[in-house]
C-alpha cells in the first residue's frame, strides 16, 4: 500500500464522517431533537461498525 493509497482512504473517512455528522443534523431538525440520544447513539455504532471508530486514534 503506497503513500496514496493511505491519502484517498482518509479522504473517504474525512466524507462519510461529514455526511454521518450532516445525517444526523437533519433527523435532529426534523425530530426536534426528541430522540437526540438514540440518534447520536445509533450514529456511533454506525460509524464504529465501519471502522471509523472516533474516539481511536488514527493510524500512522
Given amino acids: 500500500m503506497g503513500i496514496f493509497d493511505k491519502f484517498k482512504n482518509r479522504q ?3 466524507k462519510a464522517r461529514d ?7 437533519k ?3 426534523k425530530t426536534g431533537n ?3 440520544g438514540q440518534v447520536d447513539d445509533a450514529q456511533q455504532r454506525m460509524e464504529r461498525g465501519m471502522g471509523m471508530d472516533r474516539d481511536k486514534p488514527d493510524q500512522p
Fill in 12 to 14: 473517504a473517512q474525512d
Fill in 19 to 25: 455526511m454521518s455528522d450532516a445525517a444526523e443534523k
Fill in 27 to 29: 433527523v435532529n431538525d
Fill in 34 to 36: 426528541k430522540y437526540e
